[in-house]
């Protein structure tokens, strides 16, 4: 079947997303057009022992570099590892190309990476984990971590390119791959109607990783994601809305890390951001329950879990970044299919609703 290619439109700074099986063939070609004099392959460690030997073959790269698997290698130190040797290389110049194989840990490391290495070299994205097809690796943000919080420290940065190769998935953790699930639900109650129809009819082949079904579903999103960052590169107003269930979802990995995942900690805020959405924002009920019931299909949690006070919620939620004075910008969904903005007193009355304990 031919491969599936979606543009992200951003003027000279365009790409293609392309998706598919086995497209080492179309990521060579692409390695071949932008004749870099270096290419450096960053990888984690889980990632690495299964596919790094392959892709490294194929691209022909000159130096691989595996970091821990997991959230904390999105770190100052690993960073400054992966400094020292890329430089140790002696082989950078204005003309490398960095490419990222893994998940979105890597994608937001190595992306930054790229962004500053010499105020910024190519990337190329090769996502293989669910989330990092459908959403990490679209749309040019990089990140690492403070000790002060998620993503602190980072940099817009646009790949040249992202090559979403289906087989990868066949290896990764169950648990990943429905988490992923929760941002996919997202992108249909935000912005695409069908896509969540769609979901409701293929539940089952979606949970099987059937490729006819996952391509369908990631040229879905993606092309959705596409289109919002076109219009917003820099998130001063559309693309915000791609965060509904994201609010409750940082309050809940902050208040109970090493509990959830970051998918199932979206699942849970996606339903409380449609309760708030059905009591301010005039999205019907039945709506809403379907997306609930979508989410409870794919295994995903959809209840707040007991342990979150509203004491704890309101103190987490006061350290937002969508903060301003006592009022919080939410993002609601009026109906399946589009999003708003729903700015909230930070008060016992929001957290009730967001709680689901009114
Ligand atoms: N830049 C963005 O726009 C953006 C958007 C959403 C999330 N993120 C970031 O993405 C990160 C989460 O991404 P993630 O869920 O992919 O996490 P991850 O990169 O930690 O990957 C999850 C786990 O799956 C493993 N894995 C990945 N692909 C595999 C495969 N094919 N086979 C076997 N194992 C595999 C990884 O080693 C890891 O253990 C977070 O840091 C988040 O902040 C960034």
């Known amino acids: 079947m031919e491969n599936t290619r979606v543009p992200v439109a951003l003027g000279e700074r365009s790409y293609d997303v392309v998706i598919g099986e086995r497209l080492m063939d179309a990521l060579i070609a692409s390695a071949r057009v932008l004749k870099p004099t270096s290419i450096f392959l960053v990888t984690d460690s889980n990632v690495g022992l299964l596919h790094a030997d392959f892709v490294r073959n194929a691209i022909v790269a000159n130096h691989v570099f595996t970091v821990p698997a997991g959230e904390n290698s999105k770190s100052l130190r690993v960073l400054e590892g992966l400094f020292d040797d890329v430089f140790a290389t002696r082989k950078l110049d204005r003309q490398s190309l960095v490419v990222a194989l893994g998940g979105g840990v890597v994608g937001d490391l190595a992306g930054f990476l790229a962004a500053t290495l010499l105020r910024g070299v190519r990337c190329i994205h090769v996502p293989t984990s669910l989330l990092a097809m459908v959403d990490s690796s679209v749309g040019g943000k990089t990140a690492i971590n403070h000790q002060t919080g998620k993503n602190l420290i980072g940099a817009f940065h646009q790949p040249v390119g992202v090559f979403c190769d289906l087989h990868f998935l066949e290896t990764l953790p169950a648990r990943e791959y429905v988490s992923a699930i929760a941002e996919i639900v997202k992108t249909a109650a935000i912005g695409d109607a069908d896509l969540l129809a769609y979901l409701e009819t293929n539940t089952d082949a979606l949970l099987r990783r059937n490729p006819d079904v996952l391509r369908h579903v990631l040229a879905r999103c993606i092309s959705f994601k596409a289109s919002v960052v076109a219009e917003d590169e820099m998130e001063s107003g559309r693309r915000a809305t791609l965060n509904l269930g994201h609010t409750l979802a940082h309050v809940i990995e902050a208040a109970l890390p090493e509990e959830f995942l970051h998918g199932e900690a979206v699942a849970i805020g996606l339903v409380a951001a449609l309760r708030l959405s059905v009591a301010?924002?005039?999205?019907?009920?039945?709506?809403?329950?379907?997306?609930?019931d979508l989410l409870a299909r794919f295994g995903?949690?959809?209840?707040?879990?007991a342990g979150l006070t509203t004491d704890r919620l309101l103190e987490i939620m006061a350290s937002d970044k969508k903060r301003?004075?006592?009022?919080i910008r939410f993002i609601v969904t009026p109906e399946i299919g589009r999003a708003s903005v729903l700015p909230c007193g930070l008060d016992g009355n929001l957290a009730a609703s967001l709680l689901g304990r009114t």
């Not at 301010?280 to 609930?292: E, M, T």
């Open 300 to 305: 995903l949690p959809v209840e707040v879990p």
């Open 280 to 292: 301010h924002a005039g999205l019907d009920a039945v709506q809403a329950r379907r997306v609930g």
């Open 324 to 327: 301003a004075g006592d009022v």
